[in-house]
């Protein structure tokens, strides 16, 4: 067994067991900015409403702060957003959503859905 030189030890002990302590200390900060950034979005969200995507008039807020969660390359993300309806054109849709460029339905963000079909084709051989 070889003797790591002492600098190793306030981070860990062993490489693997240092850049296991790595990579843990970077999904913390990964998952704290994360967070931060879902509870920014959260509070911009005005009481007053939302322009409507098809109709371009503003639509009101029938629900506030309705839970979603998205399946990320860093994890389960939660985070809560208003419900629009709009009365000239009847389109329901959440603001929030479509600010962070989510499918009406599904629980995968755009980036884990890439990585997961690239993970398949590399699986299945590529698309050749
Ligand atoms: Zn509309």
Same mark, same amino acid.
């Given at each position: ?17 240092? @850049?296991? !302590? /790595?990579?843990?200390? *970077?999904? !913390?900060? @990964? !998952?704290?900015? %994360? #967070?931060? %950034? ?8 005005? &009481? *007053?409403? =939302? ?13 506030? !702060?309705?839970?979603?969660?998205? +399946?990320?390359? &860093?994890?389960? $993300?939660? /985070? $809560? $957003?208003? %419900?629009? %309806? ?6 329901? /849709? +959440?603001?929030? #959503? ?8 599904? @629980?995968?963000? @755009? ?6 079909? #690239?993970? =398949? &084709?590399?699986?299945?051989? *590529? /698309? #050749?």
């Amino acid at each position: 067994m070889p003797s790591w030189p002492s600098g190793n030890k306030r981070w860990g002990g062993r490489p693997a067991v240092v @850049e296991e !302590n /790595f990579r843990k200390q *970077g999904r !913390n900060i @990964e !998952n704290r900015c %994360y #967070d931060n %950034y879902l509870r920014g979005l959260e509070a911009e969200q005005t &009481s *007053g409403g =939302a322009l409507c995507p098809v109709c371009k008039t503003m639509a009101k807020i029938r629900v506030k !702060n309705r839970a979603r969660t998205i +399946y990320t390359l &860093s994890g389960g $993300r939660k /985070f $809560r $957003r208003h %419900y629009h %309806y709009c009365g000239s054109c009847e389109k329901d /849709f +959440y603001a929030l #959503d479509r600010k962070l460029e989510l499918r009406e339905k599904g @629980e995968v963000s @755009e980036a884990l859905e890439k990585r997961l079909i #690239d993970c =398949a &084709s590399l699986r299945l051989g *590529g /698309f #050749d």
